[in-house]
T-cell receptor, first 113, second 115 residues
Framework: DAKTTQPTSMDCAEGRAANLPCNHSTISGNEYVYWYRQIHSQGPQYIIHGLKNNETNEMASLIITEDRKSSTLILPHATLRDTAVYYCIVRVNRGSTLGRLYFGRGTQLTVWP | EAGVAQSPRYKIIEKRQSVAFWCNPI?????LYWYQQILGQGPKLLIQ????????DSQLPKDRFSAERLKGVDSTLKIQPAKLEDSAVYLC?????????????FGEGSRLTVL
């Protein structure tokens, strides 16, 4: 059911920017792109979401392409605590499956010292 | 504010036994979700409540799984009888409402091992 495609794993040096790509070529016009992450043995944690425009918060930036078929999550200065599985998710916003989050397998990001 | 509370954190049972998991969402959150996460996979939605009504249970194996949210606050997910393939982490999440585009808040999960 996942509507997104992500690389299985990535790594990044501490202090550098981590850029995590996601493809969602079948996204519908009113479906949002969400990013969550899951640190080992914890529940998923919300990072950011967007519809069309780029978004930024204290954790990350989200860049969505103009055609909305892909996006990139940017962690500007990765730390060791950012090591986690990152999920790119399309959220259904209408109909009988309103609110459902489709999780894929995510990207395992490893930040190394 | 207090987060989503789940219990127990860990449970080991034998196949064909029953088990129940409890979830207390964040106060004021109308929408509650139960997800199943098998090792190495992303979470999969089992059931979704809006207040005390079921919104979506299309992926819930109803022959063995049941869930309720009496009074629209806390919720219980039950498995009876359990199978080996039910070994997973069961995650509860809550949000303000279905039409809100904000975040879902997840609990730490209940890890089930079926022997």
């Amino acid at each position: 059911d996942a509507k997104t495609t992500q690389p299985t794993s990535m790594d990044c040096a501490e202090g550098r920017a981590a850029n995590l790509p996601c493809n969602h070529s079948t996204i519908s016009g009113n479906e949002y792109v969400y990013w969550y992450r899951q640190i080992h043995s914890q529940g998923p944690q919300y990072i950011i979401h967007g519809l069309k425009n780029n978004e930024t918060n204290e954790m990350a930036s989200l860049i969505i392409t103009e055609d909305r078929k892909s996006s990139t999550l940017i962690l500007p200065h990765a730390t060791l605590r950012d090591t986690a599985v990152y999920y790119c998710i399309v959220r259904v916003n209408r109909g009988s499956t309103l609110g459902r989050l489709y999780f894929g397998r995510g990207t395992q990001l490893t930040v190394w010292p | 504010e207090a987060g989503v509370a789940q219990s127990p954190r860990y449970k080991i049972i034998e196949k064909r036994q029953s088990v129940a998991f409890w979830c207390n969402p964040i106060s004021g959150h109308a929408t509650l979700y139960w997800y199943q996460q098998i090792l190495g996979q992303g979470p999969k939605l089992l059931i979704q409540f809006q207040n005390n009504g079921v919104v979506d249970d299309s992926q819930l194996p109803k022959d063995r799984f049941s869930a309720e949210r009496l009074k629209g606050v806390d919720s219980t997910l039950k498995i009876q009888p359990a199978k080996l393939e039910d070994s997973a982490v069961y995650l509860c999440a809550s949000s303000l409402g279905l039409r809100e585009t904000g975040e879902l808040f997840f609990g730490e999960g209940s890890r089930l091992t079926v022997l």
